[in-house]
């Protein structure tokens, strides 16, 4: 049971570079909050060789940085992977499929 929830925090963390085929937990990058308007682009830089954010348009002080999350997830990806709702998804998409059981023996 903790294995499954350590990896569930974690996952939920991961920045996944494609170019150089690497997850990376990147601290502070992470806490960037998600809008299918995001205004910053993320990528690794070969050069450096680490993490590089970058505005895609001026972003005035006190202004929240957003990233995207993916726009093309359903509302069960982002439940699921990051504990949350996309309410940038449409008032079509506010809701997510949760399907319980319980276990027989359980009172």
């Given at each position: 049971m903790?294995?499954?929830r350590?990896f569930?925090?974690i996952?939920?963390?991961?920045?996944?570079?494609e170019?150089?085929?690497?997850?990376s937990?990147?601290?502070?990058?992470d806490?960037?909050?998600?809008?299918?308007?995001?205004?910053?682009?993320?990528g690794?830089d070969n050069?450096?060789?680490?993490?590089k954010m970058?505005a895609t348009?001026d972003?005035?002080?006190g202004?929240?940085?957003?990233?995207t999350?993916?726009?093309?997830k359903?509302?069960d990806?982002?439940?699921?992977i990051?504990?949350?709702?996309n309410?940038?998804?449409?008032?079509?998409?506010n809701a997510a499929t949760l399907?319980?059981s319980l276990i027989?023996?359980?009172?």
């Open positions: 903790v294995y499954s350590s569930g925090v996952n939920s963390r991961l920045l996944g570079f170019d150089v085929k690497v997850l937990l990147v601290p502070l990058a806490m960037l909050n998600h809008s299918n308007n995001a205004n910053v682009i993320w690794y050069t450096s060789h680490g993490f970058k348009k972003i005035k002080r202004e929240e940085c957003f990233d999350y993916g726009a093309h359903s509302n990806e982002f439940l699921l990051y504990g949350y709702l309410h940038d998804s449409g008032p079509t998409q399907l319980l027989q023996a359980d009172p």
